[in-house]
T-cell receptor, first 112, second 114 residues
Framework: KQEVTQIPAALSVPEGENLVLNCSFT??????LQWFRQDPGKGLTSLLL?????REQTSGRLNASLDKSSGRSTLYIAASQPGDSATYLC???????????FGSGTRLSIRP | DAGVIQSPRHEVTEMGQEVTLRCKPI?????LFWYRQTMMRGLELLIY????????DSGMPEDRFSAKMPNASFSTLKIQPSEPRDSAVYFC????????????FGQGTRLTVV
């Protein structure tokens, strides 16, 4: 059974810092991994999608990496801003059943 | 495209009543997911359809929950009878295909059972 873990559960950093969020998964048989952002009381916004054959994806100040063999992904946020404050979730799409399984998220707070 | 559309956005109902949540996936998408989100348990996958057929319903908590997808543009999640512990935000998501494609989420339905 696929399990997805995100550490830390919460993170607070001062504005301007670069930071890394971590995601790990137990079964490397995945089609892809997707990072989402969720603001309080809102839905999920897709940030980056990494296919299983890819090593990384970049969008603006965000860079996501994938090491499928070790079951790990990281989301790197450069030059953090208060507007980046949100909960960040990673999800893997499993091979076979093709389900999308989520981690519990990292709640990020950027201090002005 | 307007994205994944869920209705209602908020629902307050009394214990024992039937609740029906609705989802319209993005046109052309053939995979649809229903999730439940709570503070304690995070995002839980309830059921997954591909080409309108339920593929995996192992996450449906009990027989009070049922889901249907009568056509490619509409799905419902029904709770009957509802209980206070069903209070949560319910999300619907769709993807273009069953494998290596991006998932898009609706804005969710916040359900409160009193």
């Amino acid at each position: 059974k696929q399990e997805v873990t995100q550490i830390p559960a919460a993170l607070s950093v001062p504005e301007g810092e670069n930071l890394v969020l971590n995601c790990s998964f137990t079964d490397s048989a995945i089609y892809n991994l997707q990072w989402f952002r969720q603001d309080p009381g809102k839905g999920l916004t897709s940030l980056l999608l990494i296919q299983s054959s890819q090593r990384e994806q970049t969008s603006g100040r965000l860079n996501a990496s994938l090491d499928k063999s070790s079951g790990r992904s990281t989301l790197y946020i450069a030059a953090s801003q208060p507007g980046d404050s949100a909960t960040y979730l990673c999800a893997v799409r499993t091979r076979g059943a093709s389900k999308i399984i989520f981690g519990s998220g990292t709640r990020l707070s950027i201090r002005p | 495209d307007a994205g994944v559309i869920q209705s209602p956005r908020h629902e307050v109902t009394e214990m024992g009543q039937e609740v029906t949540l609705r989802c319209k996936p993005i046109s052309g998408h053939n995979s649809l997911f229903w999730y439940r989100q709570t503070m304690m348990r995070g995002l839980e996958l309830l059921i997954y359809f591909n080409n309108n057929v339920p593929i995996d319903d192992s996450g449906m908590p009990e027989d009070r929950f049922s889901a249907k997808m009568p056509n490619a543009s509409f799905s419902t999640l029904k709770i009957q009878p509802s209980e206070p512990r069903d209070s949560a935000v319910y999300f619907c998501a769709s993807t273009p295909g069953p494998m290596n494609t991006e998932a898009f989420f609706g804005q969710g339905t916040r359900l409160t059972v009193v």
